[in-house]
């Protein structure tokens, strides 16, 4: 019986470990030598990649970390710091949510990038990635290293002045920048270091006036903005 019972915990635990992968990319599963692997911290909540909202991405099991698998090329994966502390010796439970970073990755098949970041050693130093996270994109095979991009606060104005994409049916799938799911070939660094600007939520248009100009127009501003002015509206937009 307890052999058994130790089979039983090993099959569950080696397919707990498989689905610690997650296939972003259409088609039959490739080799990992054909894949890009980027490695997301369990503390980091994916917002979108490429513009696209991808639930999957945020699939783990217990505290483990996501591996996302994709076509190799260049990415832009936003993402934020979401973790829970105890408080009052245990009695009640804070969610600290830090403000988004933008991850840029170019990666080739069969490399592993990995998403870090300075881990807090308690709930005020986590409080401190809402208005400052300092986060960065590590090459494991070359070793270098990419600072990320500072995004807009968790903030519920915010949120829903410049929230995610408005994809009309879930994503499963991504392709590298400036490629289509059927035919991708990888691009240049560069591409990837333009900052893609969110596209305005559902929660947004409830919000905002019903005035698709409106929304075009926000949206072509903030394109137009520098990084320095985009850092000043979102303060503004917090008052």
Request: one cysteine or more; proline letters at 5%; hydrophobic letters at 40%.
């Amino acid at each position: 019986m307890r052999s058994l019972f130790a089979l039983a915990a090993a099959c569950l635990l080696s397919a707990c470990a498989q689905q610690s992968h997650v296939q972003l990319y259409p088609g039959s599963p490739l080799s990992a030598g054909q894949v890009l692997t980027v490695v997301v911290p369990n503390e980091l909540e994916v917002q979108t990649i490429n513009g696209q909202q991808l639930p999957a991405a945020n699939w783990s099991f217990g505290t483990a970390d996501k591996r996302l698998e994709l076509q190799p090329g260049a990415y832009q994966v936003s993402a934020f710091y979401k973790n829970g502390f105890d408080i009052d010796g245990g009695i009640n439970h804070e969610v600290v949510r830090g403000r988004s970073v933008i991850f840029t990755i170019d990666g080739q098949g069969g490399e592993l990038w990995e998403l870090d970041f300075d881990r807090p050693q308690g709930l005020q130093e986590a409080k401190d990635f809402e208005n400052e996270f300092n986060a960065w994109a590590v090459n494991t095979r070359t070793g270098e290293r990419y600072a990320a991009i500072a995004g807009q606060r968790n903030t519920s104005l915010v949120n829903n002045l410049l929230g995610g994409s408005t994809a009309v049916a879930e994503q499963t799938t991504v392709a590298p920048l400036g490629a289509t799911p059927a035919n991708a070939p990888a691009v240049h660094t560069a591409r990837a270091q333009q900052v893609i600007a969110p596209m305005p939520s559902a929660a947004a248009r409830e919000t905002l006036p019903h005035n698709d100009a409106t929304l075009t127009t926000l949206q072509q501003m903030w394109q137009l903005l520098s990084e320095d002015s985009r850092a000043t509206f979102l303060e503004w937009a917090q008052q």
